[in-house]
Every structure is written in structure tokens, then in C-alpha cells.
């Protein structure tokens, strides 16, 4: 099969590659949420007002909600990155409303985070399912969706050997001492993952982004 490789500086970039392409699959490689919620208004106003380069800084932190509004998608997002964000909204939140955490209430803010992204699927806000990898296999997911109209999105800094060649890292825990306790270690995916799952699912497209070079 023919494959056709992207690579953009920005995440949001790929979105037109990735659109243009109309998948039924996309796989996207993340260590980031990128999901904020945007209504069609709030759009048209950045689509028809923002220039190209400021829209697509904009629409960063959006990738992965629009991703999934026209196409079934996974993110594939480590665990310990997931929790890390679940936390640090919630931190937010603490900060706001004088809320306290202890090591008890981890779990249940994580738990809760994953319930609220599937209301936003049961609603159908998007279409997004999150595979936690590492520590999940990756090639189960990659058996799950090979053989269909399938397209595969980096973001480079889902992988360790990125994490000084990437536009945006996640803050290091050890850096922020009041709320770093209750943050979990960072483990991130690797090369090799990335690697493999393309080899497993073949896709046509694949998308990169975010890689910085020194």
C-alpha cells in the first residue's frame, strides 16, 4: 500500500490532512488531552477571522475534540499522562474553590475524569476512546482497527526520546513541590511503540507534529 507521510510543526496543522483524508479510524499518539470543547460558532468565528498561523496556535488545544467529531478516534495516551491531567485540572479547580486533596481522593479524580469523557462520547459531543499505552499493549489496539480505513496521528512528544525535541513538554512533578506529591511519575510512550503500531496497522496516512529540532 502507498503511504503518504505528513509532517506539520504544529498538532493542529494535521487536522487538514487528516480531514481531507475522510478516515473512519484515526489512531492518535498523544501525551496530551488536547480535547477542549468548542461549539460550531467559535469556529466559524476562528476559521473566518484568525489568520492561518494564529488559527492553528489556537486550535491546539482543540485537536483531539475535532478529530473525533467526523471519524471514530483512539487516543493513545500514557496512563501516568492522563492522571497528570486529570490532576492538574483539578488543582485548577483547588485553587479556585479552596478544595483540598489527599492521596485518598487520587483515584476518584481520575475516575471521574474518565466518566466525564465518556458523557461527552454518550452525548455525542465526539467520538473519542482513550487507550491508556503504556502500560496497555499496543498492539492489541493496533488488531483492533487493522484492516480498516485506518489513519495514524504522532504527536512527538507521546514518545521519551522526544522530550527535549517537542514543542510542549508536560511540567515536571518535581518542579511544582505543594501539588508534584500527588502527581504521578511520569512514563511515557517509545519510538519503538510508535514504530510498531505502524507496522501493525498499515495505514495510508500517517500525520507527525510538534517535533522541534535542535
Known sequence: MNKKVVLNSLHSSSLKYIRDYEPDLIVSLDSHLDIQFMVEETWKVIKERAPQDLREVM???????????????????????????????????????????????????????????????????????????????????????????????VDVDYMGEFQGECYTTLPDPKEEPEKGRFYPELKFGSEGDVIRLIKLIDPPLITISEYLPE
Open 59 to 153: 486550535l491546539r488545544a482543540y485537536v483531539h475534540f475535532m478529530m473525533s467529531r467526523n471519524a471514530k478516534a483512539y487516543l493513545v495516551i500514557p496512563k501516568t499522562c492522563f492522571e497528570f491531567h486529570a490532576l492538574h485540572d483539578f488543582a485548577k479547580a483547588r485553587q479556585l474553590f479552596d478544595l483540598d486533596i489527599t492521596r485518598k481522593t487520587v483515584r476518584s479524580i481520575v475516575g471521574n475524569y474518565r466518566n466525564l469523557l465518556r458523557k461527552m462520547r454518550d452525548l455525542g459531543l465526539m467520538d473519542l476512546s482513550l487507550y491508556l499505552s503504556p502500560p496497555k499493549n499496543i498492539k492489541k489496539l493496533a488488531d483492533k482497527v487493522k484492516g480498516k480505513n485506518t489513519i495514524v496521528d
